[in-house]
């Protein structure tokens, strides 16, 4: 953002200069003086960024040494079923930090991560700092949900070329089961590279614990209310530039998905006011997030509204990848070509996540 505002000082800079020289010097050097500022315009287009990389990663129970007596983290301490140490902690944030350093060199750059799976703001407070991505200035916008497991959903972002202006939470409430508690839905408002204003929705829907028939109802609310959440963006605001991101802990062909947050899967027939899932396609190619029983599922999806799709102006959608570096992957044994995840059966492997992160690209 400040290289951007240097720009148009030094263009207003050179446009006073040459008006003021065309007023007091001969006419011959006119072309000089015409040169320079094209020069100078030239410099400042080559420096405004023209693509955005907008990400999710369930990182896996990012979980301090700390016990707190508020959340379920007894598993996470040192003396702990885990066993979780301060190497382990320490170690969690540096395979972390790879990934992460790894996505902020993508095409057009990182600018936006929503997050799954972390204990607490301190957690991830810890993550930005470690030596990898100091340098990239990141900035942590959290929410404590009052999840049963402890764990929530957030967003890291590049506060270089993202603006956080608002920020909302929006509990789930499951009908016919008022003791049911999961994580929050956290809605980060903000305004990418000083022109485009995003909406964006970060979820980790209730997993299928306890059977897929036994857990549903839980996703078709989350389905429901995330349907609701850009239903009254787009009243608001129209043709709102929407971005949904998550673990939903089910497919892009699911009823969740489909009916209760009411996606659309060709991308053809969008209109502002619809929401587009372009990872249905990579998972009806066999592309997945998430590896289960040797087959591909892609739990981890992010939905874009027709905003992105057709926009008026400014940033529009260009494509959606699985980011899949090799150093992911479990290289043998019976989880071979799996995500090389920390725990598998219970046994330390000391790897990344079970899970591969997510994301868009945006252009101009």
Not at 47 to 58: D, L
Not at 109 to 123: H, I, P, R, T
Not at 222 to 234: M, P, R
Not at 296 to 311: A, K, R, Y
Request: charged share 20%.
């Amino acid at each position: 953002m400040l290289k951007i505002y240097f720009h148009r000082f030094l263009i207003f800079f050179c446009t006073f200069a040459v008006l003021n020289c065309i007023l007091n010097m001969k006419k011959r050097l006119l072309p000089v003086l015409v040169l320079i500022i094209a020069i100078t315009y030239s410099v400042s287009a080559q420096n405004t960024p023209s693509k955005a990389v907008i990400g999710f990663y369930n990182v896996e129970n990012l979980f301090d040494t700390i016990n707190d007596p508020t959340k379920n983290d007894e598993q996470f301490l040192p003396n702990g079923d885990y066993q979780w140490t301060s190497q382990r902690y320490l170690q969690k944030l540096e395979r972390l930090s790879q990934v992460i350093s790894e996505m902020m060199k993508l095409d057009g750059g990182l600018v936006v991560l929503g997050v799954s799976e972390v204990e607490n703001e301190k957690v991830l407070l810890d993550l930005v700092s470690t030596e990898r991505l100091r340098p990239f200035g990141l900035k942590v916008c959290h929410h404590d949900s009052p999840d049963r497991r402890g764990v929530d959903v957030s967003f890291l972002y590049n506060p270089a070329r993202f603006t956080v202006i608002d920020t909302a939470a929006f509990p789930l409430v499951v009908p016919g089961q008022p003791e049911f508690i999961s994580r929050d839905q956290w809605l980060m408002t903000g305004i990418l590279d000083g022109t485009d204003t995003l909406f964006l929705l970060v979820n980790h829907w209730p997993s299928k614990s306890g059977g897929e028939r036994r857990s549903l109802p839980g996703r078709l609310a989350a389905g429901t209310l995330s349907h609701d959440i850009a239903t009254g963006i787009l009243t608001k605001h129209h043709g709102a530039k929407i971005i949904i991101m998550g673990d939903l802990n089910d497919n892009p062909n699911s009823k969740a998905i489909m009916e209760c947050l009411g996606t659309k899967t060709n991308i053809k027939n969008v209109t502002s006011n619809d929401l587009y899932n372009p990872m249905w396609k990579m998972y009806r190619d066999g592309i997945g997030s998430y590896a289960y029983r040797d087959s591909w599922e892609m739990l981890d999806n992010i939905i874009i509204s027709g905003g992105l799709v057709f926009p008026a102006k400014g940033y529009k959608y260009q494509s959606a990848h699985v980011f899949r570096k090799d150093f992911l992957f479990t290289k043998s044994g019976s989880y071979m070509d799996y995500p090389f995840r920390m725990f598998a059966g219970g046994i330390y492997q000391g790897g990344y996540s079970d899970h591969l992160p997510v994301y868009i690209i945006l252009n101009k």
